[in-house]
């Protein structure tokens, strides 16, 4: 996407992109619990996003860890 940021915290129509993903998945399912996993630096990023426009206590948000491939 051309920008240093993870596309998910890129704006679009002045919200971030995860804010559409999220609104999708509340919208289609009414009784939904979310598990949010981002990088570490990105926690307090996406605990604005959660806070600004969402119910917080419907989405758990945890930091992932690296993944090794066999390959």
């Known amino acids: ?3 240093s940021l993870p596309k ?3 704006l679009l129509k002045e919200k971030p992109v995860l804010y559409y ?7 289609a399912f009414d009784d939904i619990n979310i598990i949010l996993v981002l990088p ?3 926690i307090e990023m996406g605990k604005e996003i959660i806070d600004a426009w969402f119910d917080a206590e419907r989405i758990q948000l945890t930091e992932g860890g690296i ?3 066999n390959r």
């Open 1 to 3: 996407m051309g920008s």
């Open 8 to 10: 998910q915290f890129i």
């Open 21 to 27: 993903t999220l609104k999708a998945f509340f919208d």
């Open 40 to 42: 570490g630096e990105y």
């Open 67 to 69: 993944h090794v491939s």
